[in-house]
């Protein structure tokens, strides 16, 4: 059974970069299969699609454009994860962030992690 | 950007009663679209995966049909445990988006 694991600071100051991992279990950020995603939530924008990471032969990566200038998906085959990076961080930006396996349907989660962006 | 509409916004339902969700697709996604459960304080959680296959684990009286623009999520003779706000999403296209959700409250 696949587990996803978030880590990462609740509490970033505006202008500062959001970074967020998240440590697979049960399955690998190599696989050929799967797809490797971060989604956020918050009342005002609902559960939006940030971006992705995956692995065909070589590394893909694809964001939404509401981000594209500003986000980063990294993956770490060495620890087995796979992070996030946003920078120029706004109030806006404030949201539950989750990780997401897609794999057939999006079938594993992160338990999820509330980032506020506030000095 | 592909957008979702859902229907109804809310429900209150007594248990044992049919429960019926639309998500209307602003352009056609085939069959890439999904369902999920989350409850709060709680990850979404997946139930039907590409409009009507069942994800496992998940109980049968959950089930989902439709394709191209119109889909329906279905829970036959609700439970208490069912009380949560169900959101359809699609992976036809990028970027990947999610309906604004359906709120499922048991009277």
């Known amino acids: 059974q696949v587990q996803l694991q978030q880590s990462g600071p609740g509490l970033v100051k505006p202008s500062q970069t959001l970074s967020l991992t998240c440590a697979i279990s049960?399955?690998?950020?190599?696989?050929?299969?799967?797809?490797w995603n971060w989604v956020r939530q918050s009342p005002s924008r609902g559960l939006e699609w940030l971006g992705r990471?995956?692995?065909?032969?070589?590394?893909?990566?694809d964001y939404a454009v509401s981000v594209k200038s500003r986000i980063t998906v990294n993956p770490d085959t060495s620890k087995n994860q796979f992070s996030l990076q946003l920078n120029s961080v706004t109030p806006e930006d404030t949201a539950v962030y989750y990780c997401?396996?897609?794999?057939?349907?999006?079938?594993?989660w992160g338990q999820g992690t509330l980032v506020t962006v506030s000095s | 950007e592909i957008v979702l509409t859902q229907s109804p916004d809310f429900q209150s339902v007594t248990p044992k009663e049919k429960v019926t969700i639309t998500c209307r697709a602003s352009q056609s996604i085939g069959s890439s679209l999904h369902w999920y459960q989350q409850k709060p304080d709680q990850s979404p959680k997946l139930l039907i995966k590409?409009?009507?296959q069942s994800f496992s684990g998940v109980p049968s009286r959950f089930s989902g049909s439709g394709s191209g623009t119109d889909f329906t999520l279905t829970i036959n003779s609700l439970e208490a445990e069912d009380a949560a706000t169900y959101y359809c999403?699609?992976?036809?296209?990028?970027?990947?988006?999610f309906g604004p959700g359906t709120k499922v409250d048991i009277k």
């Open positions: 997401a396996r897609q794999n057939s349907g999006w079938d594993s």
């Open positions: 990471t995956y692995y065909r032969s070589k590394w893909y990566y």
């Open positions: 590409y409009a009507s």
């Open positions: 999403q699609q992976s036809s296209n990028l970027p990947f988006t």
């Open positions: 049960g399955d690998s950020v190599s696989s050929n299969s799967a797809t």
